[in-house]
């Protein structure tokens, strides 16, 4: 059995059917908020710009950095999308990455999807968005910085989320998985505040309008999607040079011994994200990217025009 090196990604096996409905039930109420929150606020030119962070995040998702022991991990980004689009249509946005990615490229549990969006999408935005507001006004070096610590407080958050979600579901020890799953993210999160500080300087120097105040400044011209758009694609570029080595959550998984307990897919599409007729080539690693990008950003997009349809 092989999961992609994606941190926080829980199979199916790791929790309990109780514990997934109750992270089901969390997930879908507080979606539906967002979508609620998303569709009074959202802008013609605002799907536009959702479409181009999901496709970023899903690329930058695929570049795996290595951490200390032999672990890897890489960005999160729901605290860079809610600084960027808002709280609630970063949700919007951090739930479409991965459903396509459980959906698309198994990379993920079915049954334990909600609490994987929950996890990395739901609870990483409201933490990003929060503390960046706090600041509203500070210097761009204040603004800069509590965004680093609100992406590394976002990591930190989504692993001692999994880490009560795994001992409420019998599969570890409480006293022994917060400290190992959030030790190893303390270090990945230190990369998640990089990648996020550095989006964000890119932004400010490029288009600073998009740092307004929430949903409603969030504006994306013609100009800046496309050049978005490909940035993500580039990124993907890098794809096949990720770390192999195991994510955070497979590491823990590994030393405490219930790594077997994780369930495959029922089916298999685009699985460990490669293709299948390419084999495990880098092409088949930037092919299954490229068409990831393409998706999700589709996605979002077709949910966007679709709520401003009933708005």
């Not at 299948?276 to 966007?304: D, H």
Request: proline residues 4%; contains cysteine; neutral net charge.
């Amino acid at each position: 059995m092989h999961f992609s090196p994606t941190p926080l990604h829980i199979p199916d096996g790791f929790l309990s059917v109780a514990i997934s409905v109750v992270c089901w039930v969390i997930t879908i109420v507080t979606l539906s908020l967002a979508i609620s929150k998303t569709n009074k606020a959202l802008g013609e030119k605002q799907i536009p710009l959702m479409g181009v962070m999901a496709a970023f995040i899903f690329a930058a998702q695929m570049i795996n950095f290595p951490v200390a022991g032999g672990t890897s991990g890489h960005l999160l980004g729901g605290a860079l999308a809610a600084i960027v689009l808002g709280p609630w249509a970063a949700m919007v946005v951090m739930t479409a990455v991965v459903a396509v990615q459980a959906l698309l490229f198994q990379d993920g549990g079915l049954l334990v999807m909600g609490a994987n969006i929950l996890n990395m999408g739901l609870v990483t935005a409201a933490i990003g968005y929060g503390l960046y507001r706090a600041v509203a006004g500070q210097s761009k070096a204040v603004k800069l910085g509590v965004a680093g610590i609100a992406a590394w407080l976002s990591v930190m958050a989504g692993a001692l989320l999994t880490s009560l979600q795994l001992w409420l579901s019998g599969t570890s020890q409480l006293g022994i998985v917060i400290p190992a799953m959030l030790g190893v993210h303390s270090l990945i999160g230190l990369g998640e505040a990089f990648i996020t500080v550095a989006a964000l300087s890119f932004i400010i120097q490029t288009r600073p309008d998009l740092l307004g105040e929430g949903s409603e400044s969030a504006k994306g011209g013609r100009g800046w999607v496309v050049a978005g758009g490909v940035i993500a694609l580039a990124v993907v570029l890098l794809s096949p040079f990720a770390s192999g080595n195991p994510d955070g959550l497979e590491r823990v998984a590994i030393d405490m011994g219930f790594i077997d307990s994780g369930q495959s897919a029922p089916y298999s599409i685009i699985p460990d994200y490669t293709l299948p007729f390419l084999g495990e080539t880098a092409l088949s690693t930037i092919m299954a990217g490229v068409i990831g990008v393409i998706v999700v950003g589709a996605v979002i997009v077709l949910i966007g025009r679709g709520m401003k349809a009933k708005a």
